[in-house]
Structure formats: structure tokens, C-alpha cells
């Protein structure tokens, strides 16, 4: 609660000499928030329950912060819409990875600037991507306050794994449902019960057979989970997620 009234001042100080410095506060606030989901979500997703705590507790002071938030997260991670991004036929390979959201590898020393652009990893390209989305869902479940409590909600989770699951599965698509069932699978079924349950037996015994085989390693990692929670009817719940 100290660094979301340490932000809180500073945006209300920024407001008193003018709304657009409250708003590039709130905008610098969401450029810190994702750079710590690069640096600690990505290596830890337990990182992002405090840091969701942060940012529902600005959104339910700063009604701007939820819309700069989002925005910011969506553009560094269209799966937050989510999204698959189509590719066109005058598209390059290096524009096609550009619009899917992935990051060009630093120059090395002496390389000459001119040459073959090289990109991250698939693994490195697959880690951030899933961060982003492991705050999202973080965000989506956790309470503050309860006035005026969270304004987004589990209600957002389902919508989210309702339109992903509408799409055509991706390589990506495992990694991103992996995420957003280990942040949120008790949360989720703390709060729609059977419906929930249903939704997980779909995925599992419908969804999964049409993961592309690319996907195989995710693939085989999202059923071992959900083979866990069918044997023991309980998904596993980090230490670092507070009673909501």
C-alpha cells in the first residue's frame, strides 16, 4: 500500500499544476510497470501479484490509469485483446514479426548496423509475451479496496479466455493459456464454479488435440496441468496471492 500512495501523491501534486502532468505521470507509471514485467514477471510470475496490487490500486484512485495501462500492456502484447495478427502477402518477414510484437536482438560488438536484422528467440519471444498476459490475469483477480473495488474483474477473465479459445489456435496459443490458467485457474473457479469446470474439461479434452503440433512442448505442459487439476479436482494457488 506505501507505493500506491507514493504514486498517488505524486499524480496528485502533478494534477495540482496541471491535468497533463498528471497524465504523464500515470503515462511514466505505465512505462515502469512494464519494464518490471520484463524484468521480474518474466523471470518470476509470482512478481506480478504485488505489482497487479500496485496497478489496481492507481486505477481505483486514477480512472486514466486504467485506460493507459491497457493501452501501454496491449501494445507491447496484442494477445491481451486478444489478437492474432493476419499476415499480408506484400508483408516481409522482418515487418511480419514486427507486427506480431517481437523484439530485434541488440546489435553486436562491430556488426555493422546495415546488416540482416536478427530478432529474439522464439523462447525469448514466448516469455515476454506470457508476462504481460500473467499481470493481466494477477490484475484481473485482485482487490485493493472494496470500494470502489476493482473495475475490471474476473468478468474480463472469462471474456478473454472466451474470445481466445473463439480463434484459430496458434504456435503462441499454449503459452498464453498456460499463463492465464496458472494466474488465474483458482480464481476462476472460486468464482463461475461449474462453469469453469466445464470450460477446463473443454479445453482439455477438445481445445487441445487442435494446438497446432508446433506447439507440442506448451501443449504437453498446459495438459499436465490440466490432468492435475482433473486427478485432485484443485488447481495449484502461489503463496504470493492474497485472499481476494
Known sequence: MDKIAEIDRAVQQGKSKGKVTGIWILHWTSESVLKQVFAEVEANTDAAYPLARVCVGLMQRHQDFQEILLARLTQACQFLIPLYP????????DQRLEAEGWERAPLEPGQDPSAPTKWETMDQYHRRMSSVIALYGCILQTQVSSKPGNPLGMSEAWKWIARLL?????RITATLLMSF????GAALLETYGQQATKLLFFILTDYLPMLPKESVAHATRLKTWLEAWRRTGRVAVSTSRRPQ
Open 86 to 93: 493476419e499476415a499480408k502477402e506484400d508483408q516481409s518477414l
Open 181 to 184: 490458467l496458472e494466474m488465474t
Open 166 to 170: 473463439n480463434l484459430t489456435p496458434r
